[in-house]
């Protein structure tokens, strides 16, 4: 029974809603809230999402190359002129993981490269190219991260030089280097190599190592997926036209969905992992999309 006094104005004081409804109702009301914030939170489709994250190779690079590791529990080592980068943990843990973050945190990392405390992410993390997938990718990408099981693998700190940890000065690297945005198709380019220039550009962040960077760590934009000195100073293809013309659609194909060329060669470690778990999983549209988009390239000549 509820009981209500006088104040010293002789008004009766205004009831609160947990002194008018009874316990069940106010269960009933919060379940009904919690269940529309998930809904809400879960506006992805992480089915479409898992296909996202094989294509824009994800697992690579947030996974530790030593056999049996964890999917997507980090430690994946990166080595770079400025030191070695890990990847982190981002399976939904909530201590050693993503599993704090909001989607609107995801989406600032992804599109700003900006962490949830403010702090700049270091470009390892190829957010330049991330920028420019679609806000419905990032939601469904997001929407799968979230299905994965939490690992309480804690991440690896960045192995960097003494200069190159401070972060605040890459607030001065963005400016130089970094524009932040969604893809924009090219209106006169067909809708098949608008894919590809998506698939490459976008997800499959193609450019981060087959495009030569200069002393500051940015991609040389002129010299675009030419090819040269890739990650830990190894020697990468040039992917436009000037190298790709001697391989037929046929040849590309097999060697991005089976590893091997025509004369039985076959890639390089990185490119071997790349083709695992990335360019032998995209749907037959989408390979096709990205040879047209790499065959509709400038040709500029070098390695």
């Known amino acids: 029974m509820t009981v209500t006094t006088m104040t010293a104005t002789g008004r009766k004081p205004l009831a609160t809603p947990s002194a008018v409804l009874p316990c069940a109702l106010r269960a009933t009301l919060l379940a009904l809230l919690l269940a529309a914030a998930g809904a809400a939170a879960a506006q992805g489709n992480a089915k479409q999402g898992e296909y996202l994250a094989e294509a ?5 690079c947030h996974t530790d190359s030593k056999e049996g590791a964890v999917p997507f529990a980090g430690g994946r080592a990166l080595k770079t002129p400025f030191g070695t980068f890990y990847g982190p943990n981002i399976t939904p843990d909530p201590q050693a993981g993503i599993g704090r973050w909001s989607e609107a945190d995801f989406v600032r990392a992804m599109r700003n490269g900006v962490r949830p405390d403010g702090a700049n992410l270091f470009p390892a993390f190829p957010y330049p190219s991330f920028t420019k997938i679609s806000d419905k990718d990032l ?19 960045h192995d960097l030089g003494l200069f190159f940890r401070w972060r605040p000065l890459l607030t001065v690297w963005k400016w130089m280097f970094f524009k932040p945005g969604e893809f924009v198709p090219d209106a006169k380019a067909t809708a098949e190599v608008n894919r590809g220039a998506y698939l490459t550009q976008a997800l499959g962040h193609c450019g981060e190592c087959h495009t030569p960077r200069n002393f500051l760590g940015a991609p040389i934009q002129s010299r675009y997926l030419a090819g040269g000195k890739g990650p830990e100073g190894k020697t990468v293809p040039n992917l436009t036209p000037a190298h790709l013309k001697k391989l037929s659609d046929g040849e590309l194909q097999d060697f ?29 549209a989408d390979l096709k999309a990205l040879i047209a988009y790499l065959r509709a390239l400038a040709p500029i000549a070098g390695d």
């Open 139 to 157: 939601s469904d990408l997001w929407a799968y991260l979230r299905t994965l099981p939490p690992s309480g693998r804690v991440s690896r700190e």
């Open 256 to 284: 991005l969905t089976l590893g091997v060329t025509a004369d039985g060669d076959v890639p390089a470690e990185a490119m071997g992992e790349v083709i695992r778990n990335t360019t032998s999983k995209l749907l037959p």
């Open 56 to 60: 824009g190779g994800c697992v690579g």
